[in-house]
């Protein structure tokens, strides 16, 4: 993905750092018995805009337990 996406995708002004999952949750592509490693399942993206998706959309990092609803 940082190959594809050398700078990040959702500021477009910085380098990309990390790989993230999107538009699917790592857990949700797992739930759904997707392979999370296929690029097609993610982005290149900064830490600034890395960590500011994570907080808004995955609350307590990736791997904390996922509300009931």
């Known amino acids: 993905m940082l ?3 050398p700078v990040c995708v959702v ?3 910085a380098p990309s ?3 993230d ?3 699917l ?3 949700q592509l797992r739930a759904a ?3 999370e490693h296929d690029p097609t399942h993610g ?3 900064c830490p600034r ?3 500011t998706e994570t907080a808004e959309y995955q609350p307590g990092g990736w791997n904390r337990e996922a509300p009931p609803y």
Do not use: E
């Open 3 to 5: 190959a594809r996406d």
């Open 11 to 13: 500021c477009r002004a």
């Open 17 to 19: 750092v990390h790989a």
């Open 21 to 23: 999952h999107w538009p």
């Open 25 to 27: 949750s790592k857990r």
């Open 33 to 35: 018995g997707q392979d």
């Open 43 to 45: 982005r290149g993206l």
């Open 49 to 51: 805009c890395h960590s």
